[in-house]
């Protein structure tokens, strides 16, 4: 990816395409599937700036999967890759996946 970090409280997410499963023979076309609304964060910025010029980290970090709305963000393209920029206020939560085999 191209060295790009965002500003203030946005964040660089690239989308995580869910395994395709075709049940009862039927296959969806490329074109009717909805868009995942899940991703990777690959890059943050460094915090919003509030009105008393303190400046608040963000809660996600690179490497976080996270889940964010359906018409969240704006698309962009860097190195022929997709991704989606967005602000911390627009993901609705980081995805947490528990260690397998311990608890129930």
Same mark, same amino acid.
């Given at each position: ?14 989308? !995580?395409? #869910?395994?395709?499963? @075709? ?9 009717? $599937? &909805? $868009?995942?609304? &899940?991703? #990777?964060?690959? @890059? ?9 010029? #303190?400046?608040?980290?963000? #809660?996600?970090? @690179? ?6 709305? $359906?018409y969240a963000g704006s698309d962009i393209k860097l190195d022929d890759e997709e991704y989606l920029i967005l602000r ?6 980081? !995805? ?7 608890? $129930?």
């Amino acid at each position: 990816m191209a060295n790009i970090r965002p500003l203030y409280d946005r964040v660089i997410v690239k989308r !995580i395409e #869910e395994v395709e499963q @075709a049940r009862g023979g039927i296959i969806i076309p490329d074109t009717a $599937k &909805e $868009k995942p609304q &899940e991703g #990777e964060v690959i @890059a943050v910025g460094n915090g919003k700036v509030l009105n008393s010029g #303190e400046r608040v980290p963000l #809660e996600v970090k @690179a490497g976080d999967r996270v889940l964010f709305g $359906k018409y969240a963000g704006s698309d962009i393209k860097l190195d022929d890759e997709e991704y989606l920029i967005l602000r911390e206020d627009d993901i609705l939560g980081i !995805i947490e996946r528990a260690a397998k085999g311990k608890g $129930k």
